[in-house]
């Protein structure tokens, strides 16, 4: 039996003491090994800087959509029969109307996702992180700016009163809706691209 991998590894040195371990099973897929003290793995990204940025844009919106549905709330779910305290949810996929329109709350929660995604979709080729990290970055400004910006907009309080509960619960919420979407928008790539 044969237990070694069906490809090659190649190490490289760069300057500056940066080394790069390669495994290519098909000459396809790379792995980079960064330096120590920066982020690890990196991934390659699959094949988004090949598509134009409005379908990238499109791709970005139906993954930000996906991701509430699915990750987003996942989390809330869990969260929700978790019960800790001060981090209680309501029960997932919430349909309480939201003004002016009396949309349920979920589908605005999804529109407001697509946009997110909509713009991750465009500034991923520029990104070089990877993509979980950025797609977690991603979540973490969503929240920031639900906590401040939309806060202020509706009266609310703003970073959740103060109350680090609450900022965790949203913080964890949107950090995991962010990695839905870079975990589903290069799978919606892959597809537009092999279709």
């Known amino acids: 039996m044969n237990l070694a991998p069906a490809g090659r590894f190649r190490v ?6 940066r080394a790069q371990v390669k495994f290519a099973p098909a000459g396809r897929n790379r792995v980079n090994l960064a330096p120590a003290g920066r982020f690890g793995l990196n991934e390659e990204k699959p094949a988004m800087p090949a598509l134009q940025a409005p379908y990238r844009a499109a791709l970005g919106f139906v993954a930000g959509v996906v991701s509430t549905l699915t990750f987003h709330q996942a989390m809330w779910t869990l969260l929700h029969y978790l019960a800790i305290p001060g981090m209680l949810m309501p029960p997932p996929f919430p349909m ?17 996702a697509g946009l997110y995604g909509a713009v991750y979709g465009v500034l991923l080729p520029r990104l070089t992180v990877p993509m979980w990290l950025s ?38 919420i949107n950090g995991f809706w962010g990695i839905g979407v870079a975990v589903i928008l290069p799978v919606l ?3 537009r691209q092999t279709a």
């Not at 309480?96 to 407001?112: D, Q, T």
């Not at 906590?147 to 965790?168: F, N, R």
């Open 12 to 17: 490289k040195f760069a300057p500056a003491g």
């Open 135 to 172: 797609g977690l970055v991603l979540g973490l400004i969503a929240g920031l700016v639900g906590m401040t910006v939309v806060a202020a907009i509706k009266g609310m309080p703003i970073l959740a009163g103060g109350q680090p509960a609450g900022i965790a619960r949203s913080l964890l």
């Open 96 to 112: 309480v109307a939201m003004p002016p329109f009396g949309v349920p709350l979920i589908l605005s929660l999804a529109f407001w």
């Open 189 to 191: 790539a892959r597809r």
